[in-house]
């Protein structure tokens, strides 16, 4: 659905909180893509668009610069793609043998044509729209103004989970014992909690997003199914010819005082079975963007950097490569999604592995979110730190990366960590002994 749209700076700055409740809120197909709070860093997209679920894969990537005055992302497709989905085809096309589900739902979305975007270090704000709309969009974001962010408390809500944590650490054994028989060398195991209560999504991401802000921020509503996320972690950018993933692998929480901060970060940093961990997803990940990047032009730029958020510690890579031409966003999809990061090396065998031992769908856990533009850019993160509300309830998901070397004690307890916050935000707590 391509559109030409044009841009037109605002005047002033409004918080995109104020403006996406004030406006896009209210409407069945919304988009608030967050920097986070107080962010100085940055862009944040708020709008509202119509039904487009399936991802533009056939879009060619971007391959010169382009003036990014008024943002990189100038109109296109906003939502989520579902690991399940993503899983199934690459093992289908790999293992021609191999077991399916069903048909899973792949992606999620809307197309937008009519936002706002918001240049958090500039602290500049643009209106898109097609040109002929553009008059009418500037002065309706203008009404844009009055609401506050302000979460309510939430109201309680039961969880359910779907290992007990005896069955969780039971399954670290299995993985372990997967690695000693040569099928595996690391696994990223995961587990779900979920809902059946009816919560607000909106309501939800605020809480969410004042706990535990991070730069990959969403909530996206698509129909009667909605994402809310705290992501930390981005997946796949690609602009200007060039596609980039970081990686995190390994976690720390946060300390009670600045000492004991500052101990949990140098202990992550120092860990030799979480740096080992990092570094075979950075291989993994070399690889997959070899199979879309101009030979020799595949680099890790950072490796092994902690990066500090409101609850964990996280120990994040960076890899990057030059794409070839003519390369297509669904090639790129194909090369690196699922991502790494949350199946395990090396990818196929470890999915294989997963799908067995999980006993049950990840859904858009584990998936990624964001946006391609229409003009061949994408910028995607993982779903991670995240709350997936259907008709049915809500669900967050959480796990981590096995290795040899893992302690199922200490991977039940970051298991715990991660999921605390997204089941915070619902108004649900972990079940006993998580």
């Not at 709008?47 to 971007?62: K, L």
């Not at 140098?266 to 070399?286: G, Q, W």
């Not at 065998?349 to 999980?358: D, P, V, Y």
Request: charged residues 25%; contains cysteine; hydrophobic residues 45%.
């Amino acid at each position: 659905m391509p559109t030409d749209l044009r841009a037109r700076e605002l005047p002033g700055w409004v918080d995109p909180a104020e403006l996406y409740l004030s406006g896009p809120a209210a409407a069945e197909y919304s988009f608030w893509l967050d920097a986070g709070p107080d962010a100085t860093d940055g862009w944040s997209w708020v709008g509202a668009g119509r039904p487009a679920e399936e991802a533009p894969r056939e879009q060619e990537c971007a391959a010169s610069p382009r003036d990014d005055a008024a943002g990189p992302f100038s109109g296109g497709w906003v939502g989520w793609m579902d690991y399940d989905a993503a899983s199934h085809s690459a093992l289908s096309a790999a293992l021609p043998g191999a077991a399916r589900t069903g048909r899973v739902r792949a992606d999620r979305g809307l197309w937008a044509d009519r936002f706002v975007a918001l240049d958090h270090r500039a602290r500049r704000a643009w209106a898109w729209a097609p040109a002929d709309d553009l008059d009418a969009f500037a002065a309706e974001v203008a009404t844009w103004r009055g609401a506050r962010d302000e979460p309510a408390a939430a109201t309680p809500v039961d969880i359910a989970a779907r290992h007990t944590p005896d069955a969780y650490a039971a399954l670290i054994e299995r993985c372990r014992e997967a690695i000693r028989e040569g099928d595996a060398y690391q696994l990223c195991l995961t587990t779900r909690f979920e809902t059946t209560a009816s919560v607000d999504p909106v309501a939800a991401f605020l809480r969410l997003r004042r706990a535990t802000p991070a730069h990959h921020g969403a909530l996206i509503r698509v129909g009667d199914h909605a994402l809310a996320s705290a992501s930390p972690e981005r997946f796949l950018e690609v602009a200007d010819g060039v596609v980039r993933t970081r990686p995190i692998k390994g976690t720390r929480p946060r300390g009670a005082n600045a000492s004991s901060d500052e101990a949990l970060a140098r202990e992550l940093a120092d860990s030799v079975k979480e740096r080992a961990e990092n570094v075979m997803i950075v291989d993994l990940m070399r690889n997959d963007l070899q199979r879309v990047c101009l030979p020799g032009s595949v680099a890790v730029e950072r490796l092994l950097e902690v990066e500090s958020y409101a609850a964990v510690h996280q120990l994040v890579s960076t890899v990057a490569g030059r794409l070839r031409p003519g390369t297509r966003v669904g090639d790129v999809l194909e090369a690196a999604f699922p991502a790494g990061s949350m199946t395990g090396a090396p990818k196929l065998s470890a999915m294989t592995i997963l799908r067995r031992l999980e006993g049950g769908p990840r859904g858009a856990f584990a998936g990624c979110f964001g946006w391609i533009g229409a003009d061949g850019r994408a910028d995607l993160a993982m779903v991670i730190r995240s709350v997936v509300f259907h008709p049915d309830g809500a669900y967050v998901g959480a796990g981590g990366g096995i290795t040899w070397r893992s302690d199922a004690a200490a991977e039940v307890a970051e298991v715990g960590v991660k999921a605390r916050g997204p089941l915070s935000a619902l108004g649900g707590a972990l079940p006993p002994g998580w």
